[in-house]
T-cell receptor
Framework: KQEVTQIPAALSVPEGENLVLNCSFTDSAIYNLQWFRQDPGKGLTSLLLIQSSQREQTSGRLNASLDKSSGRSTLYIAASQPGDSATYLCAVRPDQGGKLIFGQGTELSVKP | EAGVTQSPTHLIKTRGQQATLRCSPISGHTSVYWYQQALGLGLQFLLWYDEGEERNRGNFPPRFSGRQFPNYSSELNVNALELEDSALYLC??????????????FGPGTRLLVL
């Protein structure tokens, strides 16, 4: 059974720091991995999607990497800003059944 | 381009009642997914509709059901509401769900409170 874990559960950093969020999954047989952002009480905003054949994806200050064999992904945020404060979720697509399996998220707080 | 929309934003019901939640996908998207985000349980997959058909469902009882209309909008029905059904219900859409490389785009959610 596929399980997704995110560490740490919460992270507080000063503005301007570079930071890394971690995501691990137990079964390497995935189609893709997606990183999302969720603001309190809101829906999810898709940040990056990495296909199983890819090693990384970049969008602006965000860079996500994927190592399928070790069951790990990282989300790197450069030069963090207070507006980056949110919960970050990773999710894997394990099969063609449509579903995403989510981790519990990392709650990020960037202090001015 | 308009994103995924959901209605209502909030819904308050009592135990035993039925709740109906609605979702309109992004224009051009044919797949709709429903997820439940309950406190302490994280996001869990509920249902997937594509081209009007139910393609997959998560580990939820049959009182969770839904349908997809010809215009690809979708409805989630929850019968015989229980207190633990209180959660944020998120709808997502994608182009042709069978294409596994497609991104799922999420709506703002409907917050259901069961009293």
């Amino acid at each position: 059974k596929q399980e997704v874990t995110q560490i740490p559960a919460a992270l507080s950093v000063p503005e301007g720091e570079n930071l890394v969020l971690n995501c691990s999954f137990t079964d390497s047989a995935i189609y893709n991995l997606q990183w999302f952002r969720q603001d309190p009480g809101k829906g999810l905003t898709s940040l990056l999607l990495i296909q199983s054949s890819q090693r990384e994806q970049t969008s602006g200050r965000l860079n996500a990497s994927l190592d399928k064999s070790s069951g790990r992904s990282t989300l790197y945020i450069a030069a963090s800003q207070p507006g980056d404060s949110a919960t970050y979720l990773c999710a894997v697509r394990p099969d063609q059944g449509g579903k995403l399996i989510f981790g519990q998220g990392t709650e990020l707080s960037v202090k001015p | 381009e308009a994103g995924v929309t959901q209605s209502p934003t909030h819904l308050i019901k009592t135990r035993g009642q039925q709740a109906t939640l609605r979702c309109s996908p992004i224009s051009g998207h044919t797949s709709v997914y429903w997820y439940q985000q309950a406190l302490g349980l994280g996001l869990q997959f509920l249902l997937w509709y594509d081209e009007g058909e139910e393609r997959n469902r998560g580990n939820f009882p049959p009182r969770f059901s839904g349908r997809q209309f010809p215009n690809y909008s979708s409805e989630l029905n929850v019968n015989a509401l229980e207190l633990e059904d209180s959660a944020l219900y998120l709808c997502a859409s994608s182009r042709r769900g069978q294409l596994v490389q497609e991104t799922q785009y999420f709506g703002p959610g409907t917050r259901l409170l069961v009293l």
